[in-house]
């Protein structure tokens, strides 16, 4: 792998626990009850599907950090 591939690391170590809680609760909301361990057997688009979920809720409070306002409600789920 080319060194300036190594992207894979946490900016803000002290931040590792939340965002790990993020990510079970956006797993969990996608339909993966149990998101930890061994994933190989996760599909790549239910895998995509809990990244990009945990994207946009860090640009949510990102902007609302940024607005100075109110977290926005979430749309409901389909």
């Known amino acids: 792998m080319a060194e300036g591939q190594r992207t894979n ?14 990510k079970q609760e956006v797993a969990a909301e996608v339909g993966i009850p149990n998101y930890q361990g061994y994933l190989g057997d996760v599909p790549a688009r239910l895998n995509g599907a809990v990244g990009g979920n945990m994207v946009r809720r860090m640009i949510a409070l990102a902007e609302q950090q940024l607005a100075g306002g109110v977290l926005p409600q979430q ?3 389909q």
Request: charged fraction near 30%; avoid cysteine.
């Open 75 to 77: 749309p409901p789920r």
């Open 9 to 22: 690391r946490t900016l803000v170590p002290q931040a590792r626990q939340a965002l790990d809680r993020l």
